[in-house]
């Protein structure tokens, strides 16, 4: 069965510091993996995705996030912070199989806060 | 642009009430999903449509049904709201039932129940 864990559900930052938002994922079969960005009374959009294509994905915003088999890890970066990314960002992850195929996985998200 | 919609953005409702939430997109997706989400909590999927066959998860009460009359239209039903349905529901779409494809979102709808 697929899970998702994302490590810290508030994270601070200073304006211009480096974003880093942690997830693990297990999953028995290669994962295909998503980061959705939260604000406020919003729906979720999506930031990038991972489809095996490559082990680096870049997504939108000057997010990227880096597929790592060996530490099961699929972690959420960004160089320098803004004060428009302070969100809720979720991990999820795609079912596999069956009537389920395609659904996602959320890990419980994280919160993040960007001080001036 | 082509996007998901969710009418009304807020809605107020009285415990015991029925309350109809309604849900449109012009992606042409085969997939609707609506999910529930509580306070600083994440997504919790409800049910879902593919095409015409619905999939309901086997933890979603029966006070919450749904409805998908065309392609473009999908509505959650609820039946008796209780103090607990209180949440943001949104409503998602994906091309198709296929693990790789994302899902969109639309801006939800926040259900307070009184």
């Known amino acids: 069965a697929q899970s998702v864990t994302q490590l810290g559900s508030h994270v601070s930052v200073s304006e211009g510091a480096l974003v880093l938002l942690r997830c693990n994922y297990s999953?028995?079969?290669?994962?295909?993996l998503f980061w959705y960005v939260q604000y406020p009374n919003q729906g979720l959009q999506l930031l990038l995705k991972y489809t095996s294509a490559a082990t680096l994905v870049k997504g939108i915003n000057g997010f990227e996030a880096e597929f790592k088999k060996s530490e099961t890890s699929f972690h959420l970066t960004k160089p320098s912070a803004h004060m428009s990314d302070a969100a809720e960002y979720f991990c999820?992850?795609?079912?596999?199989?069956?009537?389920?195929?395609?659904?996602?996985?959320f890990g419980k998200g994280t919160k993040l806060s960007v001080k001036p | 642009d082509a996007m998901v919609i969710q009418n009304p953005r807020y809605q107020v409702t009285q415990f015991g009430k029925p309350v109809t939430l309604s849900c449109s997109q012009t992606?042409?997706?085969?997939?609707m999903y609506w999910y529930q989400q509580k306070s600083s909590q994440a997504p919790k999927l409800l049910f879902h449509y593919y095409d015409k066959d619905f999939n309901n998860e086997a933890d979603t009460p029966d006070n919450f049904q749904s409805r998908r009359p065309n392609t473009s239209f999908c509505f959650l039903d609820i039946r008796s709201p209780g103090l607990g349905d209180a949440a943001m529901y949104l409503c998602a779409t994906s091309r198709d039932k296929v693990v790789s494809y994302e899902q969109y979102f639309g801006p939800g709808t926040r259900l307070t129940v009184t």
């Open positions: 999953s028995s079969v290669p994962p295909y």
């Open positions: 999820a992850v795609s079912t596999p199989d069956g009537g389920s195929q395609g659904n996602l996985i």
């Open positions: 992606l042409n997706h085969n997939v």
